[in-house]
């Protein structure tokens, strides 16, 4: 892969970056968000929203394998006897069902149940690296920072769900260890529209705080 620099428009200014120094970050592009009868949904929420996506979730994917671009893919997943689920996350709120209960798609959020899984439009393939999370960032918990740093990689570029949550929560983790990030915007969603519109603006405020954002459409054209 060649070593030059690629920039592309974005907010709040241009985003430069080199491919082979760069991954994209899939974040948890799981049944148990994105289809009825997973976390998402026993949490109260309206999971059709978050299929909207899948499609330039799809071209961003496919144009950043034909380029040679690195891929990581992560799932919000526990170990089946919830050992690294902490009960104050299990036992907040009222959802209908709680993690590591039966749903219909298995065992809500548990590792290898059909609802953790990515969902097939999206699936990884070989070389991919895979990052079971038991936390809202991707780091904690993970050995990512091991496999990243292992590629030499320093650029990332995040799609997936949900913005305010495991996006934002993994581009801020991202950000203290150093890495520059993009967000594309019309590759990530919320259950809150206004909540997704808020993060990218958090995101890019006051001289790209936490990161660039931008739409996948640039991205698209400089790797093409
Ligand atoms: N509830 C919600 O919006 N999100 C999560 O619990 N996890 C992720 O964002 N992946």
Not at 4 to 21: G, K, M, Q, S
Not at 88 to 110: C, H, Q, T, Y
Not at 123 to 141: L, Q, R, S, T, W
Not at 169 to 187: F, H, I
Request: charged share 20%; glycine share 10%.
């Amino acid at each position: 892969m060649p070593s030059t620099n690629l920039t592309i428009p974005a907010t709040p200014f241009p985003f430069t970056f080199e491919l082979a120094l760069a991954a994209l970050v899939i974040i948890d592009m799981q049944r148990d968000f994105v289809e009825p009868g997973g976390f998402g949904e026993t949490l109260g929420n309206d999971v059709s929203l978050l299929t909207a996506i899948v499609p330039a979730c799809q071209r961003m994917l496919a144009a950043w394998r034909a380029a040679g671009g690195l891929v990581v893919h992560t799932r919000e997943s526990h170990k089946p006897d919830l050992s690294d689920c902490p009960p104050a996350k299990r036992e907040r709120g009222n959802p209908s069902l709680r993690i590591g209960d039966d749903g219909p798609m298995g065992r809500i959020l548990v590792s290898g149940e059909p609802g953790n899984q990515i969902i097939p439009e999206l699936a990884p393939i070989a070389g991919e690296i895979v990052i079971d999370k038991p936390g809202k960032g991707m780091f904690y918990g993970t050995d990512l920072q091991v496999q990243l740093q292992a590629r030499s990689i320093r650029y990332l570029v995040f799609m997936g769900v949900t913005t305010e949550v495991c996006v934002q929560t993994s581009m801020r983790e991202a950000n203290d260890r150093g890495y520059d990030g993009l967000l594309l915007t019309d590759c990530t969603e919320s259950y809150f529209p206004a909540f997704k519109a808020a993060t990218i603006e958090m995101v890019h405020a006051q001289g790209a705080i936490v990161g660039w954002t931008s739409e996948s459409t640039p991205l698209l054209n400089a790797i093409s």
